[in-house]
């Protein structure tokens, strides 16, 4: 019963480079999240999606980040021309739609992006 | 204003200390609360929900007040393998069935032997 699966768990990247961050949510699981953590910091919530709609991207930053959730696949999480200040833990959380949910997010392991 | 402030830490507790955490949260629509912990480069995962009546789980007791917005973790007879962060966690609904969880910044527990 597999959880919340994230890859790459590790990614380095040089200045200008993209970087791409997949998530399969939680089987049942309807709703995907992501969300920042940048070294000694909370967790910072980016984006809101279901299948092929994002609800609420409220804390994504205007420029250079995108996610997308499509009907068949992974959710993506891509980070154009990185910048240092981008090097952060992304975590992705799942959890299932309507009544089932309760509010509790099951995290996946996260991916490690540093940027060179 | 933050949205939720914790207990800055960190937390040095010797083995079967009492230790507790509490948390404000400035947004009154918050329904839903809970504690989560974090171990260290891990993912965080849930401790316990947070009910209004109080609750408890084995060691672990967590209080609710709405009225002052102040959610509390108390935990007994702390054990080495209770060291982690922990962080208090408000959820509103967002639409539909969307909840927005707003994590706090989390207080760092260490226990000693």
């Known amino acids: 019963n597999a959880g919340v699966m994230q890859n790459p768990r590790h990614l380095v990247r040089r200045r200008g480079q993209e970087a791409r961050l997949r998530c399969s949510p939680m089987k049942g699981h309807s709703h995907v999240y992501w969300y920042r953590q940048l070294p000694e910091e909370g967790l910072k919530f980016m984006v809101y999606l279901q299948k092929e709609n994002i609800i609420d991207e409220s804390g994504m930053p205007k420029e250079r980040f995108s996610a997308e959730f499509p009907k068949e696949g992974p959710s993506i999480l891509r980070i154009q021309q990185v910048v240092r200040g981008d090097s952060a833990a992304y975590f992705c959380?799942?959890?299932?739609?309507?009544?089932?949910?309760?509010?509790?997010?099951?995290f996946g392991e996260g991916s490690r992006l540093t940027v060179l | 204003r933050k949205e939720v402030e914790q207990d800055p830490g960190p937390f040095n507790v010797p083995e079967g200390a009492t230790v507790a955490f509490n948390c404000t949260y400035s947004n009154s629509a918050s329904q839903s609360f809970f504690w989560y912990r974090q171990d260290c480069r891990k993912e965080p995962k849930l401790l316990m929900s947070v009910y209004s009546s109080g609750n408890e789980d084995g060691r672990f007791t967590a209080q609710l007040n709405r009225a002052s917005q102040y959610i509390s973790l108390l935990i007994r007879d702390s054990k080495l393998s209770d060291s982690a962060t922990y962080l208090c966690?408000?959820?509103?609904?967002?639409?539909?069935?969307?909840?927005?969880?707003?994590f706090g910044k989390g207080t760092l527990l260490t226990v000693n032997p």
């Open positions: 966690v408000p959820a509103r609904r967002s639409g539909g069935s969307n909840y927005k969880l707003t």
């Open positions: 959380a799942s959890s299932p739609s309507g009544g089932a949910n309760t509010g509790e997010l099951f």
